[in-house]
Structure formats: C-alpha cells, structure tokens
C-alpha cells in the first residue's frame, strides 16, 4: 500500500494527470490525417437507437470523398448548446451544430450561425424542404440553418373502442363536435372512476396548440405584434376547460401520470380512446401494445371549414460563427439534408424529416412495415397543415409571460378574459420594450 | 537580524509558492470573469454581435419594468426563508437522535446519511414520482390516513413547500457536522449538570446547544448563500420552465434563461450582481450578530 510519503506525490501525479486530460479534447482536430480536412460536428444523438444511424450517415459521407473527414461528436441534450456558445465566443467552435429550429433567426441575429446564403446562391436546396420549415430558417430574408427533422400532431384512436361504442372505425372525428360526441360515447363511467376515458385535450399537447388550431394563428402577427387575446383564444379556452369540468382535476391528474411514465399510457390498454402526440408516438405503441388495432388522422376542425391546423417543429444543421472549414461543413450539411441519408434516418428511426422527396420514398420504402407506412403517410400528409411557431427575435423569451396567464386559467385563479387581456398587455409591453 | 528578516522573507515566500496553483486558478478562473461580468453588466452584451455600453439600463429595466424580476425574488426568498430554519433545526434534531448510545446506532446513521450521498438529477426525478398526484407514493401513504394529498408540483401553492419537503429529506449532511460537533462536548459538564439535577432537555438546552453553535453558525451562512442559488431543483422539476404560474422560477433560473435562452448576457449579468450584493448584505450581518449568540470554547465574551 502507499505509504505516507508517497501519498501527496500520487495526487500530485494525479493532478497532473487530469490537467492533461482537459486539454486534449480541443487539440484533436488538428490531428493529421493526409490531405484532408477534419471538421467536427455535434449532434445529442447519443441514444442507442440514434446513434448508430447518424454515425451510419457520417461514414457514408467520409467514404464517397476523399477531401473532407467529418468526426461526430456526441454532446448531451442539456449541454450542447450552451456549450456551443461557449466554443462560438472562444472562437472554436465546432464546423457543424445541429440546433432547435424554432430559435434559428434569432441566432441569426445574434450572429451566433453563419449565414448561408453565400453558399445558396451557388447551389440553391431550399426547395428539398417543406416551406413551412424553410421560412423559420430566415432571418431577414437569408437562411442561418438547414432542415434537417420535424413532427407534427396528430390524432390517434383505438378503433376496437371505436366498435365498442358503435362508431365507425374509419371515421375518426372530424370536427370538435364531433370530438366532444365521440368522446361521450367511448366514455365507460363505473361509479365515480371512470374504466375509458374517450378524449382529453390536454394530454399530449397543451393548449397553445389548441389554440393554434382553433384559426390558424399563432399569438403573434406578421409584423411581430401579439394577437393572443382573440376571439377564437378566448372559445379555445372555454372548450378545454369544458372538457377540464367534464372529467374533474382528480381523474385528469392520475391519468396524467400514467402518460408521463410512457408504458403506462392508458392509449396502450384501451383506458383512453383518442390521443393527441407526434407520429413518433407509433414506435411506443409498437414497443408496448403491438397488438393495439389503431388508426390515425388529422385534428379535428374547431367548425367545418377552419381547418385541421397542427403543430410542428424540428432542427437544423447549422455552421456556427468562426467555424474554420465552413466551405467543407456546407458540404457535409448537402449530404446530411439530401435524399440517401434523409431517407435512411427516416426509416431506421421512424422520424419525419425535412427533405420532401426523402419523406415520401421512405412512406414507399420496402423495410418499414404496413402499419407504420399507414402512420408515416399521414405525418407527410398532416405537413400541409403543420405550422411553426418561431420565437420573435425581439421577444425570444414570450412564453414566460404567456404560460403563468394560461396556467392560472386553466387552474382556475383568473377568468378567461382577464386572463388572456393580461397576457396580451404584457406581450404588448415586452415588444414595446425591445423596439 | 538580517539573517532572520530573509529566513522570514524566505518562508513567506514558500508561502505564496505553496498557494500559487490557488491565486493562479482564482485570478484566472474567479476574479477575472468577476471583473468582467460587473463591467458587462452596463452593456446589452450577448456574447456574440454586441456589446455597446448601456449605463444603467438593465438594472433600471430589471427594478422598474421586469415583474418576473420580482417573481423570481420572491420566489427565492420564499424558499430561504423557510428551508434554512426548517434544515437546520431538523438536522441538529437528528443528530441529537443519532447521538445517543444505543446498540446498532451506526446503522441508523448510516441510513439516515445515505440520502445527502446521493443527489443531483437522479434524486429529483425519484421526487417527481413520489410527488405524483395520482400514483406517487407521498398521496397513498396521506390517504391511508384520510388525508387528500394536494397536487404538489402542478399546484402552484404547493411546489415550494414540495421543494423544501424533498431538501429535508437529505438533511443528513448538516446531520454529520452536528454530530461530530455534539461528541466533541466534553462529558465532564453533562456530569456535573446531572449532579446539580439538570433534566434531559436543560441538559441539551444549556450544554449541547452552546457547545455547538459555532457549527450552527457555520450551516447557517453556508446554507443560506446556497439557498439563494437555488437552480438544478426547479430547473430539472419543472422542465426548465419554471412550473405552474412560474411558482418555480427562482432567481438563478430566471438568470439562466435570460442568459441562454434570450442570449440577454448583459441582463442576466446584472441580475447576477444584484444577487451577489443581498447575499453579501446578509452575510456582512450575519457575521456582525454572530458575536451575540456563538460561543467559542475558551473565548472571553
């Protein structure tokens, strides 16, 4: 064992060591490999599933040039991007950042992503993406990022409580009556508890996106001025909170938590008839309730005529300011946003991704298996309907105002009108604030 | 005396050699940043495209036009103000449980330590699922006495009281100190106590407690600067919104987002020495009262 001298010298040594150890990890880039040129990129795919497909993907990329070497580097969701703001100010950072769609003007702004446009005007890909996805890239007109997922929401429902109930099972409902009616036959009440609940709204989602739905439109207009206190808002409201009554608080929270432990979902065991969630949500009934005979559709109309209005978001691929080889990263970004790789990350993960073309071979592709074709085919159909909500560049931080006033409707502390009139005045100040 | 004056110089020296990795790593790592994140504070810097001089803009804006500011404040010492005193009582109760001499009482502390071993986000996801409304074990074990158990961290009444309920939980780290601070009172004064009949509670009263306020005092400055930077808590518990009605949003968060989430650098740099300065105020009178209550063994008053 050590002796006592020898002790202060081990931590001595050990100290030394871990010094080393800090400094290595920026230093590999400069690593010789030939004549090429080594660019790193971060994504947080780091999950057994996702891991190998990116890592897949980048392979692919390192193996049909011989110029560019592309190194993955994996950094956990909850670091990644301050530490990429980080490396931007120590002016390292890495060549290739995959980043929240939503916030890409506003890092445009900030001048934290490149602007691309420079390699657009070479060879233009904007028209591989959906549009939608394409104008939250903008800032002022450029792009700062490229598409790379997304998702959107939709409805599914179990079709053998459809039958139970006497509804038809390829006729999902289509409006929010018909939600409110479907739901009041596939409700099975035994005394007080309830054996299957037919539809919450605010299972899976929350009510912005309701609201979102109910007209279309987002809390802000096109000139960036808040329009949260609306008529359609306020009918959104006073809907969830009908349903809100409907169930009653104790019933909403322990199916609550039922769906916040995932295997537990009440959708798997038939205890919940219709459900709100991403097209991603299939691959957990898959894992969980394979046998579970379900269909999907689109949300329903708020009237007939307003449309099916859905949620999406999604992230980019992005060069941050001060990367050294932007010329090779723009290359690794075609790659990683064209057809092959969108194609291949679509059906190894069953994720919707940006590239339209890619999407619509993997809905044909010969791998993914009918049922999931089914659901695959109606994300890319619900695209048409999906918008975005990118943050405001002069109020990035919105929805802190926004969620308080919401939740104290929904609890019950503030009215409708006055919630919503109090929202709408300190949206009002916030933009005044930051002109 | 020459001789000695460098004999004295010499040891100072290896003094500061002795303390140099510490200076270096201060000046470099601590009071550099500190410097700048003050000088910062008057500008609208974000990091990467500006950083023109504002005067005293954000601190203006932060008292006079920003509620959440004042949310966030409140919040925070809401949560001081009620877990410090609660922490610290219940750890010193504690230790003076675990000080007794019964038979398998290293086992009893060993348990009732483990929690303050563990932490970080692992301990406030197992909270999140014994705060469950619904399922979680805390409601059942209420209702098999009849009482409905409130909705905890979606109700924005109860997630600070849920927050201090978890932080008493893991009072075994202050337990340790106390513990150690209580066997070091010397036996000969319980035993002169009991000769003169002191009963149990005088003798814990009059002896333990005076014996070990220095311990107290030490918890209570330590804790209450750390309780002023609550952060990981609410930000892991609320998904990093900061939970229902921004009951959860505390100081540091709300300066977390305005620092990453709105790239507000200057902003939340401000926010930050504002924090630094009422911490500071209440330490500066925690040190001034401490002569009046903290007994120091051996010490004149």
């Known amino acids: ?435 | 005396m020459r001789k000695k004056l460098n004999y004295k110089r010499m040891e100072g020296l290896q003094g500061y050699v002795f303390i140099l990795p510490w200076i270096v790593g201060f000046i470099a790592f601590t009071a550099g940043p500190l410097i700048f994140s003050f000088a910062a504070s008057f500008t609208n810097y974000n990091i990467t495209s500006q950083m023109d001089f504002v005067g005293f803009d954000n601190y203006e804006n932060l008292f006079t036009a920003d509620n959440l500011f004042w949310t966030s404040l409140y919040n925070t010492l809401y949560y001081v103000l009620f877990s410090i005193p609660l922490t610290t009582a219940g750890a010193i109760f504690l230790s003076a449980l675990l000080n007794q001499d019964v038979p398998g009482i290293r086992f009893f502390r060993t348990i009732y330590y483990l929690p303050a071993v563990l932490s970080g986000v692992g301990v406030y996801l197992l909270w999140m699922q014994l705060l469950d409304p619904g399922t979680g074990l805390v409601n059942t074990a209420l209702g098999w006495f009849g009482i409905p158990g409130p909705n905890w961290l979606f109700d924005p009444d109860w997630t600070k009281p849920a927050l201090i309920f978890m932080k008493l939980w893991s009072v075994g780290g202050g337990m340790l100190l106390y513990l150690a601070s209580m066997q070091g009172v010397s036996k000969s004064l319980y035993e002169a106590a009991k000769i003169d009949g002191a009963s149990s509670w005088q003798q814990f009263r009059f002896i333990t407690i005076p014996m070990i306020t220095p311990v107290i005092f030490f918890d209570i400055v330590t804790s209450l600067i750390g309780g002023f930077q609550i952060f990981q808590e609410a930000y892991v518990m609320s998904n990093g919104e900061g939970g229902p009605v921004n009951s959860m949003l505390f100081y540091n968060l709300y300066m977390w987002k305005k620092a990453f989430e709105s790239f507000d650098m200057g902003y939340a740099m401000a926010m930050s020495w504002i924090l630094f300065i009422i911490v500071f105020i209440i330490t500066i009178i925690n040190l001034k009262l401490a002569p009046r209550w903290v007994h120091y063994e051996g010490e004149e008053r």
């Open chain 1, 1 to 435: 064992m050590f002796s006592k001298k020898l002790l202060p010298l081990f931590f001595a040594v050990l100290l030394v060591l871990s010094g080393c150890a800090g400094f290595k990890t920026g230093d590999s880039k400069s690593a010789d490999s030939g004549d090429k040129v080594v660019i790193d990129f971060w994504s947080f795919w780091g999950s057994e599933i996702r891991r190998p497909v990116i890592d897949k993907i980048v392979e692919d990329f390192n193996k049909s040039q011989d110029k560019i070497e592309v190194k993955h580097t994996f950094v956990p969701w909850g670091d990644i991007w301050t530490k990429e703001l980080a490396a931007i100010a120590a002016k390292n950072p890495p060549d290739v950042v995959i980043n929240d769609i939503n916030a890409t003007a506003l890092r445009g702004q900030k001048n934290q992503a490149m602007n691309l446009s420079q390699f657009l005007e070479k060879d233009d890909i904007s028209d591989r993406f959906y549009e939608e996805l394409w104008n939250a890239t903008l800032y002022e007109g450029d792009s700062y990022g490229i598409p790379f997922n997304t998702d959107t929401r939709i409805l599914f429902y179990n079709k053998t409580a459809f039958k139970e109930a006497g509804l038809d099972p390829e006729k999902p409902p289509a409006t929010w009556e018909e939600l409110w009616e479907y739901a009041e036959k596939l409700d099975v009440k035994n005394g007080d508890t309830y054996d299957r609940i037919g539809f919450y709204p605010l299972w899976g989602v929350n009510s912005d996106v309701w609201m979102l739905n109910s007209d279309g439109k987002n809390f802000f207009d096109e000139d960036g001025a808040p329009i949260i206190d609306s008529e359609a808002n306020r009918e959104t409201l006073e809907w969830v909170l009908d349903w809100h009554k409907k169930y009653g608080a104790n019933t909403i929270n322990s199916y609550k938590s039922q769906i916040d432990s995932q295997q537990g979902n009440p959708f798997f065991n038939g205890k919940l008839a219709m459900y709100v969630n991403t097209p991603t949500f299939y691959t957990q009934i898959r894992d969980y309730a394979p046998d579970l005979d379900f269909g999907v559709a689109m949300l329903p109309e708020r009237e007939p005529g307003s449309g099916n209005t859905s949620w999406g978001g999604g992230f980019v691929a992005e060069i941050p300011q001060g990367s050294k080889h932007p010329e090779e990263a723009w290359e690794f970004i075609k790659h990683l946003t064209d057809v092959e790789a969108q194609e291949y990350w679509a059906v190894k993960n069953f994720d919707n991704v940006a590239n339209i073309k890619a999407a619509e071979n993997a809905a044909k592709n010969s791998e993914m298996p009918d049922k999931d074709k089914v659901v695959y085919q109606m994300a890319i159909d619900n695209m048409e309907n999906t918008l975005l909500t990118p943050v405001p560049v002069h109020a990035p931080d919105f929805m802190n105002l926004v969620n308080p006033e919401l939740d104290s409707i929904l609890l019950g502390k503030k009215s409708i009108e006055q919630g919503l009139k109090d929202a709408q005045q300190s949206l009002e100040k916030l933009t005044e604030k930051s002109k």
